[in-house]
Nanobody
């Protein structure tokens, strides 16, 4: 069973940067498009950034130009570089398969996520 482990979160002031990492227990990234998601208190989980099946990328409008998704397939790791952070970016961040296949029920078991807190 694939395990996803997110890390790199923390407390940062508005305008700061963080880089999140998501490591998988198996070699899944070379065959699957992965994405980053977040869930703020009292809100539904939402897609933040994702690779698509064609290796393109999609970003939520709220993070375009500030967040950048990348991956290192040999290391089975996907990253999320976050810059110009805002208090509204505060959430628990998770990685999983791309949104289309997630909706089809093909996602992996969610990891524990990594908390990002942005202070104003």
């Amino acid at each position: 069973q694939v395990q996803l482990v997110e890390s790199g979160g923390g407390l940062v002031q508005a305008g700061g940067s963080l880089r999140l990492s998501c490591a998988a227990s198996g070699s899944i990234f070379s065959n699957n498009a992965m994405g980053w998601y977040r869930q703020a208190p009292g809100k539904q989980r939402e897609m933040v950034a994702t690779f698509t099946s064609g290796s393109s990328t999609n970003y939520a409008d709220s993070v375009k130009g500030r967040f950048f998704i990348s991956r290192d397939n040999p290391k089975n790791t996907v990253y999320l570089q976050m810059s110009s952070l805002k208090p509204e970016d505060t959430a628990v961040y998770y990685c999983n398969i791309d949104p289309l296949r997630l909706k089809l029920g093909l996602g992996y078991t969610w990891g524990q996520g990594t908390q990002v807190t942005v202070s104003s």
